[in-house]
């Protein structure tokens, strides 16, 4: 009894000793990498200790327009990151506070250390630490749901409401998701964590240059000193618990192995630091292959290009017609939050070319001559020649950027992301009358033509409307996929030809309205009216 | 075979104008094409042609068909004057006129042979296509405004109408029929398919094709493409193009019926025209400009067939009558119009005076036909409304 009650006294203090002294070890280790890629030799590993004794041994200088708002900034950082710490399981262990819904618990202190950062950046009156405030706090708005929908995703996936369960290996309870929504989630999680570490491309950690940066601008005015330290000491701590948030997909995915033996974990925590390090991303390396607990898909995909499905091997279909709709659904989304005009031509391009596959993936029964016809004529069409024509109406009418869209780039994305559940939503009542091989068939196509009115009807740009119309298309085409066989090829060329020859006059449209007007504002189109 | 001759010919001549360059040339090959074309129109009613697969030629399509093409005669040879010039503004591309307008013809005439819904949509988008350019032949400012806004809405709403289509199909497979999206197929399948699927289609291809219809509150596009476009080009999209469209709804309409349940299509139906009726009027009252007045003239008629068709029966049949009056004597009045555009140079109607001494016929035919176009006796719109 006595025995167990040490041990378990033993690693509470453990856990606690590694989360006060580790964190500062993880941007040296990621500055000394970024060097060594860089080609010099770089800063000691043991630097950011350096520095944080450094600066609690100077002084303070406060402004006579401060409060105890300010001065509490930095400490409540440093207070809920390693509170946070505390409820998150490390080296495969329980956490010290462990409840249920500390999932929940876990987001709202790295939402309350974020308040009163921002509060003190705003305590200070300077208007770039406004700037830095409003933009810290908009982009937390589209962080935070982020978070909270992946957390609770992986709590449905385990069938549980707390960290407990949720980094557990299950096996069986990650076979509930299908394997490519835990893709998604984990992408979107990554992206999350880019956003609340302020790591390239969000945020440039190692600057604090006003104009350009949302994290660092807020720090500005915590001139040297104790205070300092704390930011930076806070900014590690977080660092340490949400890189450990990052672990959950990986044993989610089929492959993992239960159980983490210790050394292997070492070696895992190294190799991903490694990847954090890298200046880039994108850039995955494994420094350890061996278990299947680091996250690592590349080494997952078979050389054609899309994921390993799992092994019943049925089910192989329906994964990649998963695949595909999810992937349209998120270029219709990256469609809508952008305000560059090719890159919403290019998203809706490749929407066509996910589209073109899809009689493939829904496993209609058509010759295999008949199969590979529809396919390559689709896929010529929509993702060849009619984003021809539309960049050369582009270039043309010499527009780049969507100026100013009716609405703002953020509520858009936000609308978006509403409709896309209102289509589910939906979709649930409006059921295929036969067993389709996809559940998301119906809910993706309603999202795909939602979100193409939503750009038809927000953006100013005359080619930007082409493009929501050309979405707009391709989610009634998703439809007409579930009737593939009542449609005869020739029929269904026709409807694509039409939309060719559609797009084809409405870039002429645009042509002469550009050289007519000088401009393709529909906004200025507005003389006929009674 | 002989069906796909009305599509065919004016395409294949559309074809041969593209390449020609003169205008006297290109005006034959237009006057030839429309003489053509009635002839085989009428041909198809005394001697009926055996449907094929995908096209067929029913008591409506025939209906419809013979409008299109007496319209289209009509405006073919109003178009004379256009082409040779002697208009108050100056086109930019005459040559892609004539090819444009015989496209339209064969378009149009694919949409009433059409017996596959499918079909039938790429036809209504078709002709869609075809008359954007002709409505911005003259690119003025204001003509592009009209060319894009019609463009935007009626791909955008036809879009809509496909979805409504698949839906049908998607309910046509519910039913021991099998799907199919032929006519016949989907009138045998109607009794038995899922309601929800069926009221969905309804909905959207009621939205879809009413937009392109001008029902209000859809019809936003349609004052000012056709005030816009020149004369004859108004009088084929008020004559024409909107009853294509109707026939679109109507074959719609008829699944509905057939499926034994067509209480909500019905009263769609009525509530869209009722609104229709009531806001074109209140619309035209204020109205300065006499095209833009013939243009809400249309949505208001439109209006009253699809009141006609909701409510069944006897009504159904006075709204086709009326299909026919209403595209006859508006065809007239925006041709008319086109006259005195030409005499006076404005399309404002406070500013032309005096119609009745220096064109004489014009006033009186405008006259004549506007009281038709009211509904006034002894016109034939009088006993169509009055049905």
Not at chain 2, 8 to 16: F, K, R, S, V
Not at chain 2, 248 to 255: A, K, P
């Amino acid at each position: 009894m006595t025995g167990s009650l040490l041990a378990l006294i033993l690693d509470r203090v453990l856990h606690v000793a590694v989360l006060l002294v580790l964190p500062p070890l993880l941007p040296g280790v990621v500055n000394r990498v970024k060097a060594i890629v860089a080609g010099r030799r770089g800063q000691p590993i043991l630097q950011p200790y350096f520095e944080l004794a450094k600066l609690l041994r100077k002084g303070a200088v406060y402004g006579h327009g401060t409060s105890w708002v300010f001065r509490a900034g930095p400490v409540a950082m440093v207070a809920t990151s390693l509170v946070a710490g505390l409820l998150l399981p490390l080296g495969g262990r329980s956490a010290p506070l462990s409840f249920a819904g500390d999932v929940v618990a876990f987001a709202a202190l790295l939402g309350l250390g974020r308040f009163f950062t921002v509060a003190a950046a705003l305590d200070t009156g300077s208007s770039f630490e406004g700037m830095g405030a409003s933009r810290e706090a908009s982009f937390g708005a589209l962080a935070e749901p982020v978070l909270f929908l992946v957390l609770a995703l992986l709590c449905v996936a385990a069938h549980g409401a707390g960290f407990e369960e949720v980094l557990e290996p299950v096996g069986a309870a990650a076979a509930a998701l299908t394997h490519p929504v835990l893709l998604v989630a984990a992408a979107s999680l990554f992206i999350v964590l880019l956003t609340e570490n302020s790591r390239i491309p969000v945020d440039d950690p190692n600057t604090h240059l006003e104009l350009t940066m949302i994290h660092e601008v807020m720090v500005l005015d915590h001139g040297g000193g104790p205070d300092l330290a704390f930011i930076h000491y806070g900014a590690a701590v977080k660092l340490l618990p949400l890189r450990g948030a990052a672990q959950p997909p990986a044993p989610a995915l089929p492959g993992g192995r239960p159980g983490r033996p210790r050394a292997c974990w070492w070696r895992a925590w190294w190799g991903r630091q490694w990847r954090w390090a890298s200046p880039s991303p994108r850039w995955r390396g494994s420094a350890c292959g061996a278990c299947g607990t680091c996250w690592s898909p590349p080494a997952r995909w078979p050389r054609w290009g899309w994921p390993r499905c799992c092994s019943t091997g049925g089910a192989e279909m329906s994964q990649l017609a998963d695949f595909l709709l999810l992937w349209v659904v998120v270029l219709g989304l990256q469609a809508v939050a952008t305000t560059r005009i090719t890159a919403a031509v290019r998203a809706v391009a490749l929407q066509g070319a996910a589209l073109s596959f899809l009689p493939f993936a829904l496993g209609h029964h058509l010759g295999a001559l008949a199969m590979v016809l529809t396919c390559a004529v689709t896929l010529a069409l929509k993702a060849v020649v009619i984003p021809l024509l539309l960049s050369r109406s582009i270039r043309a009418a010499r527009v780049v950027h969507e100026s100013e869209p009716f609405v703002s780039l953020h509520v858009s994305v936000m609308i978006a992301a509403g409709l896309i559940a209102l289509a589910f939503s939906i979709g649930a009542q409006l059921v295929l009358p036969w067993p389709a091989p996809s559940r998301l068939v119906v809910p993706i196509a309603l999202a795909t033509l939602l979100l193409g009115f939503l750009v038809i009807v927000t953006r100013r740009k005359a080619v930007t409307q082409v493009v929501g119309y050309l979405m707009l298309e391709n989610g009634v085409f998703i439809f007409g996929q579930a009737l593939a066989r009542e449609l005869p090829f020739v029929v269904e060329l026709g409807i694509l030809l039409d939309v060719l020859v559609g797009v084809f006059v409405m870039g002429i449209a645009i042509h002469h309205i550009s050289r007519e007007f000088d401009h393709i504002d529909v906004d200025a189109l507005s003389s006929l009216r009674d | 075979m002989r069906l796909v001759l009305p599509i065919a010919l004016p395409a294949l001549l559309g074809l041969l104008a593209w390449t020609l360059r003169g205008t006297r040339t290109q005006l034959g090959v237009l006057l030839a094409g429309a003489g053509l074309h009635l002839a085989l129109v009428l041909s198809l009613w005394w001697f009926p042609a055996a449907p094929t697969a995908l096209l067929g030629l029913d008591q409506l399509g025939k209906l419809f068909l013979t409008i299109t093409s007496v319209v289209f005669a009509l405006a073919a040879a109003a178009t004379v004057p256009y082409l040779e010039g002697h208009t108050h503004d100056a086109p930019s591309r005459p040559h892609r006129f004539v090819p444009a307008l015989l496209w339209f013809l064969g378009a149009m005439s694919l949409v009433c042979l059409a017996q596959h819904l499918a079909v039938l949509w790429a036809a209504i988008e078709a002709t869609t296509l075809a008359t954007a350019p002709l409505i911005a032949y003259y690119r003025r400012r204001t003509a592009l405004e009209a060319t894009w806004k019609y463009l935007l809405l009626c791909s955008v709403g036809i879009a809509l109408a496909l979805l409504g289509t698949f839906f049908l199909g998607i309910a046509a497979s519910t039913s021991p029929a099998g799907a199919s999206l032929t006519l016949d197929g989907l009138r045998e399948a109607a009794p038995a398919m899922a309601r929800p699927w069926l009221k969905a289609a309804f909905v959207l291809a009621l939205v879809g094709y009413g937009t392109k219809m001008g029902l209000v509150p859809l019809h936003t596009w349609l004052p000012d493409a056709h005030s816009q476009a020149p004369s004859p080009v108004s009088a084929l999209l008020s004559g024409v193009v909107l009853n294509g469209a109707f026939l679109g709804i109507l074959r719609f309409h008829e699944v509905a019926l057939a499926s034994g349940d067509a209480e909500f299509a019905r009263t769609l139906l009525v509530l869209m025209g009722f609104v229709s009726i009531v806001v074109a009027t209140a619309f035209m009252v204020r109205q300065r400009d006499y095209k833009r007045l013939l243009a809400y003239s249309s949505v208001e008629n439109m209006g009253v067939l699809a009141v006609g068709v909701g409510v069944g029966g006897l009504a159904a049949q006075g709204a086709l009558l009326h299909a026919v009056n209403h595209s006859l004597a508006k065809a007239g009045l925006f041709l008319l119009a086109g006259n005195v555009l030409k005499a006076f140079g404005t399309t404002v109607a406070a500013d032309v005076r005096g119609v009745g001494r220096r064109l004489p016929v014009t006033g009186a035919l405008m006259l004549l036909l506007a009281l038709a176009v009211g509904g006034l006796p002894p016109f034939g719109p009088f006993m169509s409304e009055f049905t």
